[in-house]
């Protein structure tokens, strides 16, 4: 197992330096960039348990890889004053409807960038029912939250901004909030050009502080794949070939990303905190009701249909995006409710066959892991996670009035 790697504390200007010397694209493809880079020696395989099938299906999985240059989206390109705008706007709680909640208090740099609980917490006066996903590498994401329900980083911080059940903010309330505050107007200036902030250009400085603040590339799992063959141990090789092999993990731990992008019923287990909170139970009803699932559906009430909600598809209920596995060092607990506080639980239930219920995929199977592969996959696992992404919260900057007191007034 590899030595914990130093801690890295990113700032606006080194951020931008790195994606500068990096020389990003502008347009980007996740389904091209599973290709890795260069060749990396392989450990031996492993057959799996299925044998001759599943190495014709495996053949067919985009390898894993490094992780590419990431792309910047053509109408909202980089500059170092609009990364740092999003900076600040990540830690400001004036965002959400009563000033309690800021991006920063469910995606804490503390935390792993998520918020170290089970079950997120949700806006004053609710408790979510999901857990709070870390924001590290979500750039990569094609699709975004755990079933997938936005397709930018831009639109994301939409969702959670105005959310009822988490910023609960309104985008003419910001907009008059962050033009009473003087420093926020020269940003705004210096990064879009805008004579007063707007809640678009707001969440473009937020998705651009996530796309050049939040990533780790640094890995040694990383490094391995660009070509450095010291940068894993035997351990780490071990693991990774039960990974490809025998534990069947590359089924959808694929490509660049070590993600399909894909939506499946693993069978997760409930997280007891769920039944036993009445305000989780309460906030996923709002949910059914909001989503327009059907009334039968609503009255029977009684999991997360993931997938569903979107689509409606009777297939798709429990379904949700495999999500990418670096970071996974920092940023426990696991699965879409946070039932499982270690990798270790994640793989003894995927050893199992995963869970149970209707609509389970039938990729899992029992796996008759022994310790020592057990032992060698979490090494492969943690080797997926590189420098710990550190940052201090900024000094928000305060309000200032525009319209002065009279003599006699405010004393």
Avoid at 40 to 49: F, I, K, L, S, Y
Avoid at 311 to 339: I, W
């Amino acid at each position: 197992m590899n030595t914990p790697a130093p801690r890295i504390w990113t700032t606006a200007a080194s951020a931008m330096a790195v994606i500068v010397a990096t020389a990003l694209v502008v347009r980007h493809s996740l389904d091209n960039a599973a290709s890795p880079t260069s060749a990396a020696p392989e450990a031996a395989a492993v057959t799996a348990g299925d044998g001759d099938s599943f190495a014709k299906r495996r053949a067919g999985f985009p390898p894993l890889a490094a992780l590419p240059k990431l792309a910047v989206p053509a109408d909202n390109p980089l500059n170092p004053a609009k990364i740092e705008l999003g900076r600040f706007l990540f830690f400001d709680d004036r965002l959400s409807g009563d000033i309690s909640t800021s991006c920063a208090s469910c995606h804490d740099p503390r935390l792993g960038w998520g918020d170290g609980n089970a079950l997120s917490r949700g806006y004053p006066g609710t408790q979510h029912w999901r857990n709070s996903q870390t924001v590290v590498n979500s750039a990569f994401y094609a699709k975004l939250f755990w079933a997938g329900e936005s397709t930018s980083l831009e639109k994301q911080a939409d969702s959670a901004i105005t959310g009822n059940l988490a910023g609960n903010g309104d985008p003419e309330m910001i907009e008059e909030r962050l033009a009473q505050v003087p420093a926020y107007v020269t940003l705004f200036k210096e990064a879009f050009g805008a004579d007063r902030p707007t809640y678009l250009l707001v969440l473009k400085a937020i998705a651009s502080f996530e796309r050049a603040s939040t990533l780790s590339l640094d890995s040694p799992f990383d490094r391995y794949m660009s070509g450095d063959q010291t940068a894993l141990s035997e351990s780490d090789l071990r693991g990774k070939a039960v990974f490809e092999g025998k534990a069947g993990c590359i089924q959808c731990h694929n490509g660049a990303l070590a993600s399909d992008e894909g939506f499946h019923n693993t069978g997760v287990p409930e997280n007891p905190l769920f039944r036993r909170d009445p305000q989780r139970q309460i906030a996923l009803r709002f949910q059914f009701y909001t989503r327009g699932v059907p009334e039968e559906t609503y009255q029977n009430a009684v999991g997360d249909l993931g997938l569903y909600f979107t689509t409606k598809r009777e297939a798709d209920r429990g379904k949700f995006r495999t999500p990418q596995l670096r970071y996974l060092k920092y940023s426990a607990p696991y699965m879409h409710n946070g039932v499982f506080a270690t990798l270790e639980e994640v793989v003894d239930f995927y050893d199992l066959g995963g869970g149970h219920g209707p609509g389970k995929s039938p990729l899992l199977r029992p796996l008759g892991l022994t310790a020592s592969e057990k032992t060698d996959l979490l090494a492969f696992l943690e080797s997926m996670s590189g420098s710990e992404v550190a940052m201090d919260p900024p000094r928000i900057p305060p309000y200032a009035a525009t319209v002065e007191a009279t003599d006699g007034e405010g004393k």
